[in-house]
């Protein structure tokens, strides 16, 4: 089926993580996490302004450039995804049957950029991608432990222009695609 002008995405398919190999964020690491049991994947695009006004008008108003604030929710705990928005260590020990794995997080681990990928399957055919260039968890990162609950991790935070050669500049892009494929 041809590419239809108006996408209908439905559903959350997959959101996949991808790092970058340099704390400028000028290069993605080769592979992406899996965020598994994703649930949601939101985003705004925004902006501040500063308003010029007097003589009881607004003259003018001016842009400080805009941002996408976005938030993401998966079940489970999965080390390396929160690894990738918190900053931090993952350790492993032991062999089976007792092997260990430790995330740690210092006072001195600050949290990197990475990239955001989400894929939802659309009604009108193929597939609709949302990506984030290059996000930070600016927000909280936040799970919760309850009686007769799965565990659940949610994060949020903003993105910003990449430094990226190949996606310089570009804040986000939506990727409607004629047969679905699979986030990379």
């Known amino acids: 089926m041809p590419l239809d002008t108006h996408p209908l ?3 959350l398919r997959d959101v996949h993580l ?3 190999t340099t704390q400028a964020a000028t290069e993605y690491e080769p592979t992406s996490i899996d965020l598994p049991v994703s649930r ?3 985003f705004s695009d925004t902006e501040d302004f500063e308003d010029l006004q ?4 607004t003259a003018a108003s001016h842009g400080s450039g805009p941002s996408v604030e976005w938030e993401l929710e998966s079940g489970g705990l999965p080390f390396s995804a929160f690894k ?7 350790t492993e020990s032991g062999t089976t049957p007792a092997m260990k794995k430790v995330f740690s997080k210092l006072a001195t681990d600050s949290r990197p950029y990475f990239k955001v ?3 939802a399957i659309s009604d009108s055919g193929g597939d609709v991608h949302g990506l984030v260039f290059k996000a930070k968890a600016t927000g909280s990162l936040e ?3 309850a009686q007769g609950a799965f565990q659940l991790l949610s994060a949020s935070g903003r993105g910003f222009p990449s430094t990226v050669t190949a996606d310089e500049g570009k804040l986000y892009d939506f990727v409607q695609n004629e047969t679905a494929i699979a986030v990379s």
């Open 143 to 145: 799970g919760e432990w």
């Open 117 to 119: 990928e989400g894929q």
């Open 84 to 90: 990738l928005m918190a900053g931090g260590t993952i």
């Open 9 to 11: 995405p439905f559903g």
């Open 54 to 57: 007097g003589d009881d008008t």
């Open 40 to 42: 949601t994947f939101s």
């Open 18 to 20: 991808t790092g970058f």
